[in-house]
């Protein structure tokens, strides 16, 4: 009984410490935010929403912003719509150069993805998409790791609904809309968490795709943000980091239960 008592005491305080160690770095980007470049310590707090006001209404913020999106919203969209047939192509069906064409999807998985890079940017500047939203979405529109998770989830699941279905008269189609992507929707949350994250903060990429600013998308402009005159205004840096943090936020905080059922989903089996 002690020791489960010390054990659960070590618990509560530990985990706040932590916490506390773990959002630290956010904590401070949100409370430097508030002050002017003339205000460099937190001690003696005068917040203000100047540098708020000058992100927003300034610097082209809204364009990136809206660049960011579309191109979060077009990849979203393409993984969704062309991981789930790829990866229940690879678990359900035999046809030639399978295992080789799974062994690639695999191999992406583990070599540095900066390896694509100069290959990606090369068939941009051919096809004539470099420097436009397209280079952002189009070499993004199918992910390794997605179609690896959905396999594996998909393997987990019985065949016999699909049985059932054909046995109907239901084309492949129709099975793939009214049976696996149901059926799916918990390893889909995990799929479009992680399409989120890394389409929202890649920077490489759209450092290297894109040349002006009328393709350019926040985490790059972030960076312009970061260069003053003779030094960094880390308040308008600070302003902009939490300005393009707050759809992170806002995805996990709404969509908390999705993503944890997502996570355990991978524990089904037959």
Do not use: C
């Not at 904590?27 to 917040?47: T, V």
């Not at 840096?237 to 991978?266: C, D, E, R, Y």
């Amino acid at each position: 009984m002690k020791k489960h008592f010390r054990s659960k005491s070590l618990y509560f305080i530990l985990m706040p410490i932590l916490a506390f160690l773990y959002l630290s770095p956010f904590l401070y980007m949100l409370l430097r935010s508030f002050l002017r470049f003339d205000q460099a310590s937190l001690f003696n707090y005068s917040p203000t929403l100047f540098n708020y006001e000058t992100v927003l209404t300034g610097a082209k913020f809204g364009h990136y912003f809206l660049n960011s999106l579309i191109v979060l919203v077009a990849v979203l969209f393409a993984n969704i719509f062309f991981s789930v047939p790829v990866a229940y192509a690879f678990s359900r069906y035999e046809f030639p150069f399978k295992k080789l064409l799974y062994a690639t999807v695999l191999l992406s998985l583990v070599l540095p993805y900066h390896i694509m890079l100069f290959p990606i940017l090369n068939i941009a500047v051919k096809t004539n998409i470099y420097d436009t939203l397209f280079a952002l979405i189009i070499p993004f529109a199918l992910n390794g790791f997605n179609v690896f998770f959905l396999k594996r989830y998909i393997d987990a699941l019985p065949e016999d609904l699909e049985h059932t279905a054909r046995v109907d008269g239901a084309g492949e189609f129709a099975i793939l809309r009214h049976v696996v992507f149901p059926l799916t929707r918990p390893a889909l949350a995990i799929v479009a968490i992680n399409t989120v994250i890394t389409t929202w903060n890649s920077f490489i990429f759209p450092l290297i795709l894109t040349e002006t600013s009328k393709a350019r998308t926040l985490p790059v402009a972030l960076s312009y943000f970061s260069q003053g005159a003779y030094a960094t205004d880390w308040g308008i840096l600070m302003a902009a980091s939490g300005v393009s943090s707050l759809p992170l936020v806002l995805i996990f905080w709404f969509f908390q239960k999705q993503i944890i059922n997502g996570m355990t989903a991978g524990s089904l089996k037959e």
